[in-house]
Protein backbone atom coordinates (compact mmCIF):
# COMPACT_ATOMS: atom_id res chain seq x y z
CA UNK A 1 0.00 0.00 0.00
CA UNK A 2 1.30 3.62 -0.49
CA UNK A 3 2.21 4.91 2.90
CA UNK A 4 1.04 8.47 1.99
CA UNK A 5 -2.89 7.77 1.17
CA UNK A 6 -3.79 11.15 3.08
CA UNK A 7 -7.31 11.12 1.53
CA UNK A 8 -8.32 7.81 2.98
CA UNK A 9 -8.72 6.74 6.46
CA UNK A 10 -7.43 3.87 7.93
CA UNK A 11 -10.97 3.07 9.28
CA UNK A 12 -12.98 5.03 7.54
CA UNK A 13 -16.01 3.82 10.37
CA UNK A 14 -14.08 5.47 13.09
CA UNK A 15 -15.81 9.17 13.13
CA UNK A 16 -15.10 11.70 15.74
CA UNK A 17 -16.84 15.42 15.99
CA UNK A 18 -15.45 18.30 13.77
CA UNK A 19 -16.82 21.53 13.41
CA UNK A 20 -15.84 23.30 10.37
CA UNK A 21 -16.47 26.97 9.82
CA UNK A 22 -19.33 26.72 12.12
CA UNK A 23 -21.30 23.50 10.94
CA UNK A 24 -20.46 20.30 13.54
CA UNK A 25 -19.79 17.24 11.59
CA UNK A 26 -18.29 13.72 11.75
CA UNK A 27 -14.99 12.74 10.11
CA UNK A 28 -13.00 9.77 10.04
CA UNK A 29 -10.07 10.10 12.51
CA UNK A 30 -6.98 10.03 10.67
CA UNK A 31 -7.58 12.47 8.13
CA UNK A 32 -5.70 15.92 8.33
CA UNK A 33 -7.03 18.81 8.12
CA UNK A 34 -7.24 19.56 3.99
CA UNK A 35 -8.88 16.39 3.27
CA UNK A 36 -11.51 17.00 5.85
CA UNK A 37 -12.40 20.33 4.53
CA UNK A 38 -12.30 18.52 0.94
CA UNK A 39 -15.03 16.19 2.71
CA UNK A 40 -16.88 19.09 3.92
CA UNK A 41 -17.43 20.64 0.27
CA UNK A 42 -14.72 23.32 1.44
CA UNK A 43 -11.32 24.42 0.09
CA UNK A 44 -8.16 24.92 1.36
CA UNK A 45 -5.50 26.09 -1.00
CA UNK A 46 -2.42 23.72 -1.12
CA UNK A 47 0.47 23.64 -3.14
CA UNK A 48 3.17 21.48 -1.69
CA UNK A 49 0.43 19.37 0.11
CA UNK A 50 -0.40 16.04 -2.26
CA UNK A 51 -2.26 12.99 -0.85
CA UNK A 52 0.08 10.72 -2.40
CA UNK A 53 3.39 12.27 -1.31
CA UNK A 54 4.93 12.51 2.55
CA UNK A 55 3.54 15.94 4.30
CA UNK A 56 6.38 18.86 4.67
CA UNK A 57 4.56 21.82 4.97
CA UNK A 58 6.93 24.09 3.27
CA UNK A 59 4.75 26.31 0.89
CA UNK A 60 2.25 27.21 3.96
CA UNK A 61 -0.64 28.12 1.54
CA UNK A 62 -3.21 25.73 3.52
CA UNK A 63 -3.14 28.28 7.04
CA UNK A 64 -6.28 27.91 9.16
CA UNK A 65 -7.46 28.89 11.92
CA UNK A 66 -7.52 26.27 14.57
CA UNK A 67 -9.53 25.87 18.09
CA UNK A 68 -9.93 22.76 20.98
CA UNK A 69 -12.82 22.15 23.14
CA UNK A 70 -12.83 24.64 26.33
CA UNK A 71 -11.70 22.86 29.44
CA UNK A 72 -13.61 23.47 32.59
CA UNK A 73 -11.77 23.45 36.47
CA UNK A 74 -13.04 19.56 35.97
CA UNK A 75 -11.01 19.10 32.80
CA UNK A 76 -13.79 18.17 30.77
CA UNK A 77 -14.87 20.29 28.14
CA UNK A 78 -17.48 23.49 28.79
CA UNK A 79 -20.80 22.75 26.30
CA UNK A 80 -22.58 25.61 24.72
CA UNK A 81 -26.40 25.59 24.62
CA UNK A 82 -26.39 23.70 21.46
CA UNK A 83 -24.82 20.48 23.74
CA UNK A 84 -21.31 20.87 21.63
CA UNK A 85 -18.02 21.84 22.90
CA UNK A 86 -17.04 25.62 23.01
CA UNK A 87 -14.15 26.22 21.25
CA UNK A 88 -10.61 27.97 22.17
CA UNK A 89 -9.41 29.83 19.31
CA UNK A 90 -5.56 29.90 19.27
CA UNK A 91 -4.55 33.47 18.30
CA UNK A 92 -1.49 32.15 15.36
CA UNK A 93 -2.82 30.04 12.39
CA UNK A 94 -1.68 25.99 11.46
CA UNK A 95 -1.06 24.31 8.34
CA UNK A 96 -4.09 21.99 7.40
CA UNK A 97 -1.85 19.67 5.53
CA UNK A 98 0.30 18.69 8.84
CA UNK A 99 -2.59 18.62 11.23
CA UNK A 100 -4.71 16.14 11.88
CA UNK A 101 -7.92 16.34 13.38
CA UNK A 102 -8.94 15.59 16.72
CA UNK A 103 -12.36 15.18 18.80
CA UNK A 104 -13.88 18.60 18.94
CA UNK A 105 -11.70 20.56 17.08
CA UNK A 106 -12.47 23.54 15.49
CA UNK A 107 -11.64 24.84 11.92
CA UNK A 108 -12.22 27.62 10.17
CA UNK A 109 -10.78 28.38 6.50
CA UNK A 110 -12.98 31.66 5.50
CA UNK A 111 -12.16 33.91 8.49
CA UNK A 112 -10.45 37.41 8.55
CA UNK A 113 -7.10 35.53 10.00
CA UNK A 114 -7.16 32.66 7.62
CA UNK A 115 -7.93 35.60 4.42
CA UNK A 116 -4.96 37.61 5.74
CA UNK A 117 -2.46 35.15 5.96
CA UNK A 118 -3.46 33.73 2.58
CA UNK A 119 -2.62 37.16 0.91
CA UNK A 120 0.41 37.21 2.47
CA UNK A 121 1.65 33.97 1.42
CA UNK A 122 0.81 34.76 -2.22
CA UNK A 123 2.63 37.95 -2.21
CA UNK A 124 6.11 36.44 -1.12
CA UNK A 125 5.58 33.60 -3.45
CA UNK A 126 5.02 36.23 -6.39
CA UNK A 127 7.81 38.14 -5.27
CA UNK A 128 10.39 36.40 -7.39
CA UNK A 129 8.26 35.02 -10.11
CA UNK A 130 8.91 36.17 -13.39
CA UNK A 131 5.41 37.45 -15.54
CA UNK A 132 5.59 34.83 -17.84
CA UNK A 133 2.16 33.76 -17.95
CA UNK A 134 1.37 34.53 -21.26
CA UNK A 135 4.26 32.54 -22.92
CA UNK A 136 3.71 29.83 -19.62
CA UNK A 137 2.56 26.31 -21.18
CA UNK A 138 0.75 25.95 -17.95
CA UNK A 139 -1.37 28.98 -17.96
CA UNK A 140 -5.12 27.30 -17.73
CA UNK A 141 -4.13 25.01 -15.13
CA UNK A 142 -1.68 27.10 -13.10
CA UNK A 143 -2.08 26.84 -9.56
CA UNK A 144 0.03 29.81 -9.03
CA UNK A 145 -2.42 31.89 -11.13
CA UNK A 146 -6.01 30.43 -9.79
CA UNK A 147 -4.72 31.35 -6.38
CA UNK A 148 -3.36 34.74 -7.02
CA UNK A 149 -6.88 35.71 -8.64
CA UNK A 150 -8.64 33.65 -5.99
CA UNK A 151 -6.80 34.77 -2.65
CA UNK A 152 -4.15 37.43 -4.06
CA UNK A 153 -4.38 40.97 -3.41
CA UNK A 154 -4.19 41.53 -6.49
CA UNK A 155 -1.07 44.13 -6.46
CA UNK A 156 2.46 44.15 -5.15
CA UNK A 157 4.67 46.08 -3.18
CA UNK A 158 8.29 44.49 -4.18
CA UNK A 159 10.38 47.67 -6.03
CA UNK A 160 13.33 45.47 -5.46
CA UNK A 161 14.89 43.47 -8.55
CA UNK A 162 13.73 40.01 -9.02
CA UNK A 163 16.32 36.96 -8.37
CA UNK A 164 17.28 35.79 -11.35
CA UNK A 165 17.68 31.65 -12.11
CA UNK A 166 18.52 29.56 -14.47
CA UNK A 167 15.49 29.14 -17.50
CA UNK A 168 15.45 26.58 -20.07
CA UNK A 169 17.21 23.91 -18.06
CA UNK A 170 18.07 20.69 -20.11
CA UNK A 171 16.95 18.08 -16.78
CA UNK A 172 16.10 14.97 -18.69
CA UNK A 173 15.41 13.23 -21.78
CA UNK A 174 11.51 14.77 -21.70
CA UNK A 175 11.56 17.74 -19.51
CA UNK A 176 12.53 21.20 -19.22
CA UNK A 177 12.96 23.29 -15.84
CA UNK A 178 11.93 26.90 -15.56
CA UNK A 179 13.95 27.85 -11.98
CA UNK A 180 12.09 31.30 -12.06
CA UNK A 181 8.88 29.06 -12.06
CA UNK A 182 9.61 27.41 -9.82
CA UNK A 183 7.89 28.13 -6.08
CA UNK A 184 9.76 25.26 -4.51
CA UNK A 185 7.15 23.03 -3.46
CA UNK A 186 9.37 20.08 -3.77
CA UNK A 187 6.98 17.93 -5.11
CA UNK A 188 8.77 16.76 -7.79
CA UNK A 189 11.62 15.93 -5.31
CA UNK A 190 9.39 13.57 -2.96
CA UNK A 191 7.78 12.02 -5.95
CA UNK A 192 10.97 10.65 -7.20
CA UNK A 193 12.50 9.89 -4.36
CA UNK A 194 9.17 8.39 -2.84
CA UNK A 195 7.37 7.01 -5.52
CA UNK A 196 9.77 5.84 -8.13
CA UNK A 197 12.83 5.32 -5.81
CA UNK A 198 15.35 8.01 -8.09
CA UNK A 199 16.83 10.34 -6.10
CA UNK A 200 17.50 12.44 -8.49
CA UNK A 201 16.61 15.83 -7.98
CA UNK A 202 16.98 18.29 -4.88
CA UNK A 203 17.26 22.01 -3.82
CA UNK A 204 20.81 23.91 -3.83
CA UNK A 205 21.51 27.47 -1.96
CA UNK A 206 19.70 29.42 0.58
CA UNK A 207 16.52 31.96 0.64
CA UNK A 208 15.26 33.39 -2.05
CA UNK A 209 18.57 32.12 -3.85
CA UNK A 210 17.20 28.24 -3.52
CA UNK A 211 16.90 26.51 -7.25
CA UNK A 212 15.79 22.96 -7.90
CA UNK A 213 18.42 20.82 -9.67
CA UNK A 214 19.93 17.30 -10.62
CA UNK A 215 22.27 16.36 -8.77
CA UNK A 216 26.00 16.54 -10.24
CA UNK A 217 26.21 13.92 -12.95
CA UNK A 218 22.58 12.83 -12.83
CA UNK A 219 19.98 12.96 -15.29
CA UNK A 220 15.79 13.22 -14.15
CA UNK A 221 15.42 10.68 -17.14
CA UNK A 222 13.45 7.99 -15.25
CA UNK A 223 10.59 5.82 -16.78
CA UNK A 224 8.13 8.08 -15.08
CA UNK A 225 9.62 11.34 -15.23
CA UNK A 226 6.68 13.25 -16.90
CA UNK A 227 4.23 12.52 -13.78
CA UNK A 228 6.05 15.48 -11.93
CA UNK A 229 4.89 17.87 -15.14
CA UNK A 230 1.77 16.74 -14.10
CA UNK A 231 2.10 16.99 -9.92
CA UNK A 232 4.36 20.70 -10.42
CA UNK A 233 1.61 23.18 -9.43
CA UNK A 234 3.14 26.19 -11.45
CA UNK A 235 5.03 25.66 -15.28
CA UNK A 236 8.50 25.38 -13.82
CA UNK A 237 8.66 21.55 -14.85
CA UNK A 238 7.43 21.06 -18.58
CA UNK A 239 7.36 18.36 -21.09
CA UNK A 240 9.26 18.78 -24.56
CA UNK A 241 6.20 16.51 -26.06
CA UNK A 242 3.65 18.93 -25.22
CA UNK A 243 5.10 22.40 -24.65
CA UNK A 244 4.05 24.79 -26.85
CA UNK A 245 1.98 22.93 -28.90
CA UNK A 246 -1.15 23.81 -27.55
CA UNK A 247 -3.09 25.89 -25.15
CA UNK A 248 -4.82 23.76 -22.77
CA UNK A 249 -7.86 25.04 -22.78
CA UNK A 250 -9.01 24.30 -25.99
CA UNK A 251 -8.05 20.39 -24.98
CA UNK A 252 -11.26 18.67 -24.99
CA UNK A 253 -10.86 16.07 -22.23
CA UNK A 254 -12.05 11.83 -22.91
CA UNK A 255 -11.34 9.49 -20.67
CA UNK A 256 -9.75 6.31 -22.03
CA UNK A 257 -7.03 4.13 -21.35
CA UNK A 258 -3.63 3.53 -22.09
CA UNK A 259 -2.83 0.50 -24.66
CA UNK A 260 0.49 0.29 -24.34
CA UNK A 261 0.81 -2.57 -21.71
CA UNK A 262 -1.12 -5.25 -20.19
CA UNK A 263 -1.55 -2.61 -17.18
CA UNK A 264 -4.46 -0.70 -19.06
CA UNK A 265 -3.78 2.90 -17.00
CA UNK A 266 -6.75 5.21 -16.62
CA UNK A 267 -5.98 7.93 -18.79
CA UNK A 268 -7.47 11.25 -20.00
CA UNK A 269 -7.19 12.03 -23.72
CA UNK A 270 -6.36 15.70 -24.59
CA UNK A 271 -8.15 16.40 -28.10
CA UNK A 272 -8.73 19.19 -30.07
CA UNK A 273 -10.32 19.40 -33.98
CA UNK A 274 -9.64 15.79 -34.07
CA UNK A 275 -6.62 15.58 -33.08
CA UNK A 276 -4.97 14.07 -29.61
CA UNK A 277 -2.10 16.29 -28.12
CA UNK A 278 -1.45 14.68 -24.72
CA UNK A 279 -2.01 11.95 -22.48
CA UNK A 280 -2.41 12.36 -18.56
CA UNK A 281 -2.57 9.63 -15.74
CA UNK A 282 -6.59 9.65 -14.35
CA UNK A 283 -6.94 8.51 -11.11
CA UNK A 284 -7.73 4.64 -10.21
CA UNK A 285 -6.70 3.48 -7.10
CA UNK A 286 -7.49 -0.12 -8.47
CA UNK A 287 -4.51 0.12 -11.43
CA UNK A 288 -2.64 3.58 -11.88
CA UNK A 289 -3.48 5.48 -8.81
CA UNK A 290 -2.41 9.00 -10.01
CA UNK A 291 0.05 7.69 -12.37
CA UNK A 292 0.86 6.40 -15.59
CA UNK A 293 4.72 5.75 -17.09
CA UNK A 294 6.33 8.24 -19.89
CA UNK A 295 6.37 5.57 -22.21
CA UNK A 296 2.69 5.06 -22.56
CA UNK A 297 2.12 8.71 -21.84
CA UNK A 298 3.91 10.07 -25.20
CA UNK A 299 2.98 7.04 -27.47
CA UNK A 300 0.17 7.82 -29.21
CA UNK A 301 2.34 10.23 -32.13
CA UNK A 302 1.66 6.87 -34.50
CA UNK A 303 -1.67 8.30 -34.79
CA UNK A 304 -0.59 11.11 -37.60
CA UNK A 305 2.23 8.55 -38.74
CA UNK A 306 2.87 8.93 -42.06
CA UNK A 307 1.97 5.32 -42.68
CA UNK A 308 -1.15 5.24 -41.39
CA UNK A 309 -4.10 3.40 -43.61
CA UNK A 310 -6.64 5.47 -45.12
CA UNK A 311 -8.29 3.52 -48.19
CA UNK A 312 -8.99 -0.05 -48.57
CA UNK A 313 -6.64 -1.22 -50.71
CA UNK A 314 -6.86 -4.00 -53.28
CA UNK A 315 -4.23 -6.05 -54.85
CA UNK A 316 -4.06 -6.19 -58.79
CA UNK A 317 -1.41 -7.62 -61.21
CA UNK A 318 0.82 -7.40 -58.00
CA UNK A 319 0.15 -3.81 -57.08
CA UNK A 320 -2.01 -2.46 -54.16
CA UNK A 321 -4.84 -0.06 -54.90
CA UNK A 322 -6.94 2.27 -53.18
CA UNK A 323 -10.64 0.75 -53.62
CA UNK A 324 -14.10 1.66 -51.79
CA UNK A 325 -15.51 -0.42 -48.98
CA UNK A 326 -18.10 -2.11 -51.26
CA UNK A 327 -15.18 -3.84 -53.21
CA UNK A 328 -12.80 -4.24 -50.68
CA UNK A 329 -15.40 -6.36 -48.17
CA UNK A 330 -17.10 -8.13 -51.39
CA UNK A 331 -13.15 -9.17 -52.74
CA UNK A 332 -12.90 -10.46 -49.03
CA UNK A 333 -15.82 -12.46 -49.00
CA UNK A 334 -15.80 -13.85 -52.33
CA UNK A 335 -11.89 -14.76 -51.59
CA UNK A 336 -12.96 -16.41 -48.20
CA UNK A 337 -15.51 -18.76 -49.96
CA UNK A 338 -12.74 -20.35 -52.06
CA UNK A 339 -10.77 -21.51 -49.27
CA UNK A 340 -12.00 -24.07 -46.89
CA UNK A 341 -12.46 -23.44 -43.48
CA UNK A 342 -10.09 -25.75 -41.94
CA UNK A 343 -7.11 -24.18 -44.34
CA UNK A 344 -7.49 -20.80 -42.58
CA UNK A 345 -5.88 -19.21 -39.89
CA UNK A 346 -6.87 -15.53 -38.14
CA UNK A 347 -4.89 -13.53 -36.44
CA UNK A 348 -7.46 -12.16 -33.68
CA UNK A 349 -4.90 -9.19 -32.21
CA UNK A 350 -5.02 -9.17 -28.10
CA UNK A 351 -5.08 -5.12 -29.20
CA UNK A 352 -8.47 -5.65 -30.62
CA UNK A 353 -11.31 -4.57 -28.08
CA UNK A 354 -13.39 -7.22 -26.60
CA UNK A 355 -16.54 -6.46 -28.82
CA UNK A 356 -14.33 -6.29 -31.88
CA UNK A 357 -13.05 -10.23 -30.49
CA UNK A 358 -16.59 -11.17 -29.38
CA UNK A 359 -18.08 -9.76 -33.08
CA UNK A 360 -14.68 -11.99 -34.62
CA UNK A 361 -15.60 -14.74 -32.45
CA UNK A 362 -19.13 -15.20 -34.19
CA UNK A 363 -18.16 -14.76 -37.75
CA UNK A 364 -15.44 -17.70 -37.21
CA UNK A 365 -17.84 -19.58 -35.09
CA UNK A 366 -20.19 -19.40 -38.41
CA UNK A 367 -17.42 -19.88 -40.50
CA UNK A 368 -16.10 -23.31 -38.59
CA UNK A 369 -13.21 -21.68 -38.85
CA UNK A 370 -10.71 -22.86 -35.32
CA UNK A 371 -7.06 -22.08 -36.28
CA UNK A 372 -7.07 -18.97 -34.09
CA UNK A 373 -4.99 -17.17 -31.88
CA UNK A 374 -3.40 -13.58 -30.96
CA UNK A 375 0.42 -12.34 -31.63
CA UNK A 376 2.29 -12.06 -27.79
CA UNK A 377 4.21 -9.24 -27.27
CA UNK A 378 6.93 -8.96 -25.22
CA UNK A 379 7.38 -5.71 -23.67
CA UNK A 380 9.51 -4.37 -20.56
CA UNK A 381 7.57 -4.88 -17.34
CA UNK A 382 9.03 -3.09 -14.26
CA UNK A 383 7.82 -3.63 -10.57
CA UNK A 384 5.90 -0.28 -10.19
CA UNK A 385 3.31 -0.33 -13.76
CA UNK A 386 4.53 -0.95 -16.87
CA UNK A 387 3.67 -4.84 -17.62
CA UNK A 388 5.78 -7.14 -19.26
CA UNK A 389 2.56 -8.19 -21.48
CA UNK A 390 3.10 -5.27 -24.42
CA UNK A 391 -0.89 -6.42 -25.32
CA UNK A 392 -3.59 -4.35 -23.46
CA UNK A 393 -6.23 -7.30 -23.84
CA UNK A 394 -4.91 -10.45 -23.53
CA UNK A 395 -6.80 -11.49 -21.05
CA UNK A 396 -9.85 -10.36 -22.93
CA UNK A 397 -8.71 -12.52 -25.93
CA UNK A 398 -8.60 -15.39 -23.46
CA UNK A 399 -11.78 -14.88 -21.74
CA UNK A 400 -13.39 -15.15 -26.10
CA UNK A 401 -11.81 -18.16 -26.62
CA UNK A 402 -9.36 -16.51 -29.25
CA UNK A 403 -6.16 -16.69 -27.59
CA UNK A 404 -3.53 -19.84 -26.87
CA UNK A 405 -1.13 -17.37 -25.69
CA UNK A 406 0.51 -17.50 -28.98
CA UNK A 407 1.32 -21.26 -29.05
CA UNK A 408 -0.78 -21.97 -31.93
CA UNK A 409 -0.05 -18.84 -34.34
CA UNK A 410 4.02 -20.25 -33.56
CA UNK A 411 3.22 -23.20 -36.20
CA UNK A 412 1.43 -21.34 -38.78
CA UNK A 413 4.91 -20.40 -40.90
CA UNK A 414 5.66 -23.91 -41.28
CA UNK A 415 2.03 -24.55 -41.77
CA UNK A 416 1.56 -22.03 -44.42
CA UNK A 417 4.95 -23.39 -46.44
CA UNK A 418 2.94 -26.70 -46.33
CA UNK A 419 0.33 -26.00 -48.02
CA UNK A 420 -2.02 -26.85 -44.28
CA UNK A 421 -2.73 -23.15 -44.55
CA UNK A 422 -3.99 -21.20 -47.85
CA UNK A 423 -5.70 -18.82 -46.29
CA UNK A 424 -4.79 -15.97 -43.35
CA UNK A 425 -6.65 -13.31 -41.91
CA UNK A 426 -5.45 -10.69 -39.70
CA UNK A 427 -7.22 -8.36 -37.64
CA UNK A 428 -5.81 -5.50 -34.85
CA UNK A 429 -2.55 -5.15 -38.02
CA UNK A 430 0.11 -7.26 -36.70
CA UNK A 431 2.85 -7.83 -38.26
CA UNK A 432 3.34 -11.37 -38.68
CA UNK A 433 6.07 -11.10 -40.81
CA UNK A 434 8.14 -9.85 -37.89
CA UNK A 435 6.44 -12.04 -35.43
CA UNK A 436 8.28 -14.52 -37.54
CA UNK A 437 6.48 -15.75 -40.37
CA UNK A 438 8.71 -15.67 -43.36
CA UNK A 439 7.37 -13.28 -46.21
CA UNK A 440 8.27 -15.83 -48.78
CA UNK A 441 5.18 -18.16 -47.18
CA UNK A 442 2.93 -15.06 -47.17
CA UNK A 443 3.31 -14.50 -50.74
CA UNK A 444 2.52 -18.47 -51.22
CA UNK A 445 -1.40 -17.49 -49.92
CA UNK A 446 -4.36 -17.75 -51.63
CA UNK A 447 -6.13 -15.01 -49.66
CA UNK A 448 -3.82 -12.68 -47.06
CA UNK A 449 -6.37 -9.98 -45.69
CA UNK A 450 -5.37 -7.22 -43.60
CA UNK A 451 -6.79 -5.26 -41.06
CA UNK A 452 -4.85 -2.73 -39.53
CA UNK A 453 -3.67 1.11 -38.54
CA UNK A 454 -0.35 1.03 -40.13
CA UNK A 455 1.21 -0.55 -42.98
CA UNK A 456 3.76 -2.77 -42.34
CA UNK A 457 5.66 -5.54 -44.01
CA UNK A 458 2.31 -7.77 -44.06
CA UNK A 459 0.11 -5.36 -45.45
CA UNK A 460 2.23 -4.67 -48.25
CA UNK A 461 1.96 -8.29 -49.12
CA UNK A 462 -2.19 -8.69 -48.78
CA UNK A 463 -4.67 -9.26 -51.46
CA UNK A 464 -6.85 -6.67 -49.62
CA UNK A 465 -6.25 -4.21 -46.78
CA UNK A 466 -8.69 -2.94 -44.74
CA UNK A 467 -7.72 0.43 -42.90
CA UNK A 468 -8.79 0.21 -38.98
CA UNK A 469 -9.28 2.84 -36.34
CA UNK A 470 -6.94 2.79 -33.33
CA UNK A 471 -7.54 2.94 -29.91
CA UNK A 472 -8.13 6.99 -29.34
CA UNK A 473 -10.48 6.60 -32.47
CA UNK A 474 -13.01 4.21 -30.79
CA UNK A 475 -14.93 3.09 -28.13
CA UNK A 476 -14.64 -0.47 -26.43
CA UNK A 477 -13.54 -2.75 -23.26
CA UNK A 478 -10.49 -4.41 -22.38
CA UNK A 479 -9.45 -6.68 -19.07
CA UNK A 480 -5.96 -5.90 -17.80
CA UNK A 481 -3.76 -8.38 -16.74
CA UNK A 482 -5.41 -7.88 -13.17
CA UNK A 483 -8.54 -9.12 -14.44
CA UNK A 484 -10.23 -5.82 -14.38
CA UNK A 485 -12.70 -4.73 -16.81
CA UNK A 486 -12.31 -1.41 -18.07
CA UNK A 487 -14.00 0.85 -20.87
CA UNK A 488 -12.57 3.70 -23.09
CA UNK A 489 -14.46 5.96 -25.32
CA UNK A 490 -13.43 7.29 -28.63
CA UNK A 491 -11.61 10.82 -28.26
CA UNK A 492 -11.29 11.43 -32.36
CA UNK A 493 -12.69 10.43 -35.37
CA UNK A 494 -11.10 8.08 -37.17
CA UNK A 495 -8.67 9.33 -40.40
CA UNK A 496 -10.06 9.15 -43.94
CA UNK A 497 -11.91 6.01 -44.71
CA UNK A 498 -10.20 4.18 -41.81
CA UNK A 499 -13.41 1.90 -39.60
CA UNK A 500 -13.87 0.65 -36.18
CA UNK A 501 -12.70 -3.25 -36.19
CA UNK A 502 -16.18 -4.82 -35.19
CA UNK A 503 -18.22 -2.12 -37.77
CA UNK A 504 -15.29 -4.36 -40.21
CA UNK A 505 -15.62 -7.64 -39.17
CA UNK A 506 -19.73 -7.25 -39.40
CA UNK A 507 -19.91 -6.30 -42.87
CA UNK A 508 -17.23 -9.18 -44.13
CA UNK A 509 -19.56 -11.74 -41.52
CA UNK A 510 -23.03 -10.34 -43.48
CA UNK A 511 -21.06 -10.26 -47.04
CA UNK A 512 -20.11 -14.06 -46.58
CA UNK A 513 -22.73 -15.87 -44.01
CA UNK A 514 -25.52 -13.22 -43.76
CA UNK A 515 -25.56 -13.65 -40.17
CA UNK A 516 -26.04 -10.11 -38.70
CA UNK A 517 -27.52 -9.15 -35.39
CA UNK A 518 -24.87 -6.92 -34.40
CA UNK A 519 -26.04 -2.93 -34.76
CA UNK A 520 -24.61 -1.28 -31.72
CA UNK A 521 -22.22 -1.80 -29.03
CA UNK A 522 -25.12 -2.44 -26.51
CA UNK A 523 -26.33 -5.68 -29.24
CA UNK A 524 -22.44 -6.94 -28.85
CA UNK A 525 -23.04 -6.25 -24.48
CA UNK A 526 -26.36 -8.34 -24.30
CA UNK A 527 -24.72 -11.03 -26.59
CA UNK A 528 -21.42 -11.24 -24.66
CA UNK A 529 -22.89 -11.05 -21.39
CA UNK A 530 -25.41 -14.19 -22.21
CA UNK A 531 -21.86 -16.19 -23.79
CA UNK A 532 -19.40 -15.64 -21.98
CA UNK A 533 -19.48 -15.92 -18.04
CA UNK A 534 -17.66 -13.35 -16.62
CA UNK A 535 -19.34 -10.59 -18.55
CA UNK A 536 -22.68 -12.11 -17.20
CA UNK A 537 -25.17 -9.41 -15.61
CA UNK A 538 -22.43 -6.50 -16.93
CA UNK A 539 -23.33 -3.43 -19.36
CA UNK A 540 -21.61 -0.77 -20.80
CA UNK A 541 -22.99 1.37 -17.84
CA UNK A 542 -22.25 -0.58 -14.98
CA UNK A 543 -18.64 -1.29 -15.97
CA UNK A 544 -18.15 2.75 -15.13
CA UNK A 545 -15.25 4.84 -15.56
CA UNK A 546 -13.26 2.78 -13.05
CA UNK A 547 -13.71 -0.69 -14.49
CA UNK A 548 -14.60 -3.81 -12.17
CA UNK A 549 -12.67 -6.44 -11.15
CA UNK A 550 -14.15 -9.63 -13.23
CA UNK A 551 -11.40 -12.07 -12.52
CA UNK A 552 -8.60 -12.31 -9.89
CA UNK A 553 -5.57 -11.45 -10.36
CA UNK A 554 -3.38 -13.25 -11.12
CA UNK A 555 -0.55 -10.89 -11.04
CA UNK A 556 -1.61 -10.33 -7.13
CA UNK A 557 2.24 -9.12 -6.71
CA UNK A 558 2.47 -6.81 -9.61
CA UNK A 559 -0.64 -5.53 -7.93
CA UNK A 560 0.60 -4.15 -4.51
CA UNK A 561 3.79 -2.16 -6.63
CA UNK A 562 1.06 -0.71 -8.35
CA UNK A 563 -0.06 1.09 -4.98
CA UNK A 564 2.79 1.99 -3.92
S1 LIG B 1 9.64 22.34 -10.05
FE1 LIG B 1 7.46 22.42 -9.63
S2 LIG B 1 7.07 20.55 -8.45
FE2 LIG B 1 9.27 20.90 -8.40
S3 LIG B 1 9.64 22.08 -6.54
FE3 LIG B 1 9.40 23.55 -8.21
S4 LIG B 1 7.25 24.10 -8.19
FE4 LIG B 1 7.46 22.23 -7.00
S1 LIG C 1 2.23 1.23 -17.40
FE1 LIG C 1 1.44 0.37 -19.31
S2 LIG C 1 -0.71 0.98 -19.36
FE2 LIG C 1 0.34 2.27 -17.83
S3 LIG C 1 0.96 4.11 -18.93
FE3 LIG C 1 2.67 2.70 -19.03
S4 LIG C 1 2.40 1.57 -20.94
FE4 LIG C 1 0.47 2.55 -20.47
S1 LIG D 1 0.17 22.64 1.63
FE1 LIG D 1 0.44 22.84 3.73
S2 LIG D 1 2.29 23.88 3.89
FE2 LIG D 1 2.10 23.54 1.76
Not at 324 to 334: F, K, L, N, P, Y
Not at 379 to 406: I, T, Y
Not at 491 to 514: M, N, Q, S
Amino acid sequence: MNPWNHDVAKDEKDLIDVQVDGVWMQMPRGLNVVEVAHRSKKFIPHYCYHPKLSVVGNCRMCLFEMGTPKMGPDRKPILGPDGKPEIAWMPRPQIGCATGITPGMGIRTDSALVKDCRNGVMEFLLINHPLDCTICDQAGECKLQEFSVEYGTGESRFVEQKVRKPKNVDLGERIVLDDERCILCSRCIRFSSEVVKDDVLGFVNRGSHSTLTAYPGKRFDNAYSLNTVDLCPVGALTSKDFRFQMRVWFLKETKGLCTSCGTGCNITLGSREGKVHRLTPRENESVNSQWMCDYGRLNFHYLDSKDRLHRPLLRAAGEQFPGTWGDAIQRSAEALKKVNPEELAVVASARLTNEELFVLSRFLRELGVTRVDMVPHQGQGDSFLRSGDANPNSRGAELLGLSSGGRKFGTWGAEIASGKIRGLLIFGGEDVVAAGIPASALQSLDVLLFSGILANGTSRLAHVVLPAAATAEKTGSMVNVHGRLQRMTRAVPAPGEAREDWTIIRDLREACTGGNSLHSVEDVWKAMGAEVTQFAGLSWAKIGDLGVQIENDLGAIHEKSVKA
